[in-house]
């Protein structure tokens, strides 16, 4: 799934485009590896989701966990990674507002996104908890600024 918007990502709350976020490098690995040593690589690089080479899929932390929580299931360490991963990923433009990938990250469950340049390259990625961050960092950047604005404009 690909989006983009037309509107330059600068101004108003949440109109700020993914890409001018700082993107964290994808972790790509292999569909056949062992989510032992997906894990592994997950703790290692600190990447929010690994991508399955030669599939539109993801595994995150929280796959992992689900995966080897329950016996019962039938997954264990030596499970290979594309039986666990997710089979949607999300991939945005850079101008895509960091707010609208918000929205559909929440919607779909997923834990980040890819951007794509305008060469159709993967330029890196956003986990949900940055995309959050940085949403929450321009509100209240935001709202002190008002709060600063009212307080100098009552006393004039």
Known sequence: MTSDAAAPGHGVAGTRGVGDLALVPVVSVRADMALCEAARVLWRTGAPFLRVE???RVLARDDVVRALADPDDGFDAATSVDVVARSTLLAVGPATPAIAVLG?????????????DARN?????????????ALLEELALLSGLRHVLHVERSSW
Do not use: Y
């Open 104 to 116: 559909e990250l929440v919607r779909c469950e997923l834990p980040g996104v890819l951007v794509i």
């Open 121 to 133: 390259e993967v330029a890196g990625c956003l986990r949900m908890t940055d995309l959050v961050s």
């Open 54 to 56: 030669g599939t539109d």
